[in-house]
Nanobody, 125 residues
Framework: QVHLVESGGGSVQAGGSLRLSCAVS????????MGWFRQAPGKEREGVAR???????TYGDSVLGRFTISLDNTETTLTLQMNSLKPEDTAMYYC???????????????????WGQGTQVTVSS
């Protein structure tokens, strides 16, 4: 199975930047789709960004132009570079993966088979 471990969360002021990492290990299918979700207290889990094995990317409207998702050439580290952070970006951020193709996946969390433990991001005014 696929194992995911997030790191890099913390507290920053509005306008600042953070880089989140997700260590990937275990069996990695050729068609693996990987992504980032976030969840604030009292809200539903929200899709942030995803990347396919061919490095095609998709972003949520609220982060487009500010966040960048990437996967290294060994497919062992998934990264989310977050710039121009806003207080509304405050949430627990989760790394996720699925053995299905990115184009066949929805943003519904239940469609994704593998999850990390989460890392907290807090953006202050």
């Amino acid at each position: 199975q696929v194992h995911l471990v997030e790191s890099g969360g913390g507290s920053v002021q509005a306008g600042g930047s953070l880089r989140l990492s997700c260590a990937v290990s275990g069996y990695i299918p050729n068609n693996l789709c990987m992504g980032w979700f976030r969840q604030a207290p009292g809200k539903e889990r929200e899709g942030v960004a995803r990347i396919s094995s061919s490095r095609r990317t998709t972003y949520g409207d609220s982060v487009l132009g500010r966040f960048t998702i990437s996967l290294d050439n060994t497919e062992t580290t998934l990264t989310l570079q977050m710039n121009s952070l806003k207080p509304e970006d405050t949430a627990m951020y989760y790394c996720a993966a699925s053995y299905r193709l990115c184009v066949d996946l929805s943003w519904v969390p239940g469609d994704w088979e593998y999850w990390g433990q989460g890392t907290q991001v807090t953006v202050s005014s």
